[in-house]
């Protein structure tokens, strides 16, 4: 209840902003960043960005919290030519009566090219497999915005999704990179979901990829995206563009 209302308030009063976390490549340039939405007051007091967007989530705050990062993320990427930014887009969100029409707006609001910008969906979006949701993500690919699959290999669904969801990409749950190197299936695992995702035609990001031997080893299954504390935290948008 109090976190509800104090985030409505926060929203309005603008005490939001995004982060930016570096995707790489093999070479290790740049090719793209996720934005992460950061509450400076909240932090402050120990409740995370998971704590609060869950909370969002379970109030109906999460279209007003959807929308500030939207029209964030499009602002923040004018500065950066040839970046693609990933935007976190939650079920609720995907599933309201006219996300279409919202999105829409703010990209005209903000003159914003949707070939440049990612949305990254979860399974569960997809498990209830409805027309709706099928026809929203349609409309968005022809648009221009591009889509990824995250947390992939955490959810429950079948494969039979992956080709039956315009999908762009997928990025590989970090519970997988994590057990790279330590537990002698997880190399086998994480192979696997490369020559599916290849198979499929879907490029293929790591994400919480933390040290040199898991990127070495993502590299010897033909996975050569990568994100993590490896390769960048999550950073303020001035401390990306120093770096680009
Ligand atoms: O950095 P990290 O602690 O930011 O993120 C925690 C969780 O919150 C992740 O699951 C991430 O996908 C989610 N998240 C971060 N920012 C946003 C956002 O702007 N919108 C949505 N829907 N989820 C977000
Ligand atoms: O659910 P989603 O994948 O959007 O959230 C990504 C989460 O992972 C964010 O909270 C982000 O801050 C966090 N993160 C990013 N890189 C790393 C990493 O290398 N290690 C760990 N443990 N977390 C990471
Ligand atoms: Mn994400
Ligand atoms: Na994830």
């Keep these: 209840q ?3 209302s104090d985030l409505h308030q926060a929203l309005a009063a603008g005490d939001l902003t995004l982060h930016y976390q570096p995707q790489v490549d093999a070479d290790g340039a740049i090719i793209g960043a996720e934005a992460l939405a950061r509450w400076p007051a909240a932090e402050a007091k120990g409740i995370s960005t998971a704590t609060f967007v869950r909370a969002a989530e379970e109030t109906g705050l999460i279209d007003a919290l959807g929308q500030f990062t939207l029209a964030r993320a499009f602002a923040d990427t004018a500065a950066w030519p040839g970046l693609t930014v990933a935007i976190n887009v939650s079920a609720a969100q995907v599933r309201a ?3 279409v029409g919202t999105i829409e707006h703010l990209v005209g609001e903000h003159n914003a090219d949707p070939a440049r ?3 990254e969906i979860t399974e569960g979006l997809l498990m209830g497999q409805d027309t709706h949701t099928l026809d929203t993500l349609n409309r968005l690919r022809a ?3 591009q889509i990824a699959l995250d947390d992939f290999g955490t959810g429950y669904c079948g494969l039979s999704y992956l080709h039956l969801y315009p999908i762009d990409k997928v990025k590989i749950d970090i ?5 790279l190197g330590k537990e002698p299936q997880a190399t086998a695992l994480v192979d696997t979901i490369v020559r599916l995702a290849h198979a499929l035609d879907l490029s293929v990001i790591a994400e919480g990829v933390e040290t040199e031997d898991e990127k070495r080893l993502l590299m010897q299954v033909g996975c050569s995206l990568f994100q993590g504390y490896l390769t ?5 948008p001035e401390e990306l563009a120093k770096l680009l």
């Design 232 to 236: 960048g935290r999550p950073m303020p």
């Design 117 to 119: 910008f990612e949305l």
């Design 97 to 99: 009566s006219d996300f």
């Design 175 to 179: 519970s997988f990179v994590s057990r």
């Design 143 to 145: 648009m221009g915005f």
């Design 2 to 4: 109090g976190l509800q």
